[in-house]
């Protein structure tokens, strides 16, 4: 019985492990709806490049060549409903980037407000980050790729992500310009090395293991070596001989010596070298491009048989304009009107009355009609927390954008 036990047991494992698909994504819809939409905000995030055509989703993908580039732009803000249980409450430490399964595509350069940022930057409640990625496909496959924001604190929060197909072309090269003036191929410099190293270090420390687990009773004989007092070696009951002492020496000369060896190696093939950077900067404020609308959210209802979303919001225009509301962007959703510009494939439908319109100096009630599954479907709605809340970006037709929350109601 105990034979069978273990066949079927290791039948189900091999079973398990041989059936299992590749990772395609990174399991965004696990985090917690407060997570990501309380957070941050992303506006007008667009990839541009390569060839969009119909994908496995049924929606357009981009399609590119290994080597070949495309670029990622949008803007990212810090919304002021940060929850105060997160990083302290007070995130002062960002990172931008971009999130993929794995180092599928390679950044080639990042900008943010202007600035090129390849590093973490110093961010504060409220401020918003202009961003501009090129990143180039490295590794055949159909991949998910989103921009990404790194709260130091808090971890990564996602924007709104796009299927990427890599196609393979001649092979991947990542050429970079060393100090010493010599251009290398970062895909497979002094590989050679790193594996031979490898399988040193790895020897060495298999050959250590077997030592005392097939020469010795450490392991095998348990019930006894237990009995041995912790600070005792176990040489009084003969477990551990002088031999064992001056052989376990000839482990540790062995590995100094390899580990001096190639510090020394190192030192003479490449020294011309640059510390690591550790650089952290508050890139420059970002100006909206017109003047800045406020908005206050009165309620909002979530009918969950129609996975619709209800909210009305006090719109003032402080402007000298009228402004038409183009869009309302939460998390990885965006809602578009289409009286201002046709919803794309990834974006949903956004039904505004009376109309989209709020005069200048104006303030306007408007009420939002924000149906999709996707509510469901990414886990937006928080109906498992502690806090019922409803937050986003109204986007108007000038670019300006404004912060909006209000209360949420469940109907089911």
């Known amino acids: 019985m105990r034979r069978r036990i273990v066949v079927a047991l290791t039948l189900g494992v091999v079973l398990l492990v041989a059936s299992a698909p590749a990772a395609s994504a990174h399991g965004e819809r696990a985090q917690e709806a407060f997570l990501k939409m309380r957070t941050v905000g992303w506006v007008n995030v667009e990839f541009t490049g390569g060839v969009v055509r119909q994908g496995e989703s049924g929606a357009d993908e981009i399609f590119i060549g290994q080597g070949e580039e495309i670029t990622i732009t949008g803007i990212t803000t810090l919304l002021s409903t940060w929850p105060g249980t997160l990083g302290g409450g007070n995130p002062n430490t960002g990172f931008i980037s971009v999130i993929a399964p794995g180092p599928v595509v390679t950044i080639e350069e990042k900008t943010v407000n202007g600035v090129s940022a390849p590093h973490r930057i110093s961010i504060e409640k409220g401020g918003i ?21 790194s709260v130091k604190g808090a971890g990564t929060l996602l924007g709104p992500g796009r299927w990427i197909n890599v196609e393979p072309v001649d092979g991947y090269t990542n050429p970079l310009t060393l ?88 030192a003479v093939a490449w020294p011309d070298k640059l510390p690591q950077q550790v650089i952290e900067f508050a890139p420059p404020a970002f100006e909206q491009a017109g003047a800045v609308p ?13 996975t619709t979303v209800t909210m009305e919001a006090e719109v003032t225009n402080t402007g000298n304009r009228d402004l038409v509301l183009a869009e ?27 109309g989209g319109t709020v005069g200048a100096g104006e303030t306007v009630t408007l009420s939002l009609t ?33 912060e909006v ?6 109907e089911f």
């Open 370 to 402: 924000l149906a999709d599954p996707r509510w469901e479907g990414d886990k937006l709605i928080p109906t498992t927390e502690s806090q019922l809340e409803i937050v986003g970006l109204l986007v108007f037709d000038d670019g300006t954008f404004a």
């Open 179 to 266: 100090a010493s003036g010599e251009v290398i191929n970062l895909e497979n410099y002094q590989l050679s090395f790193v594996w031979i190293y490898s399988l040193l270090t790895f020897l060495i420390g298999m050959g250590w293991m077997f030592y005392w687990t097939l020469r010795k009773r450490t392991v095998q004989n348990l019930a006894v070596t237990s009995q041995i007092p912790l600070n005792t070696d176990g040489m009084s009951v003969g477990l551990i001989l002088k031999e064992d002492h001056r052989n376990m020496n000839w482990f540790l000369i062995v590995t100094l010596a390899l580990t001096v060896g190639m510090f020394i190696y190192q």
């Open 405 to 410: 929350h209000a209360p949420l109601k469940l």
């Open 328 to 354: 309302f962007a939460t998390s990885t959703l965006t809602f578009a009107n289409s009286e201002v510009e046709p919803p794309t494939l990834e974006e949903a439908e956004l039904v505004v009355a009376p």
């Open 129 to 149: 980050y202009e961003f501009d990625m090129t990143i180039a496909g490295r590794t055949p496959g159909r991949w998910h790729v989103h921009p990404s924001f």
């Open 294 to 306: 406020v908005a206050i959210g009165i309620q909002a209802a979530y009918d969950a048989n129609t």
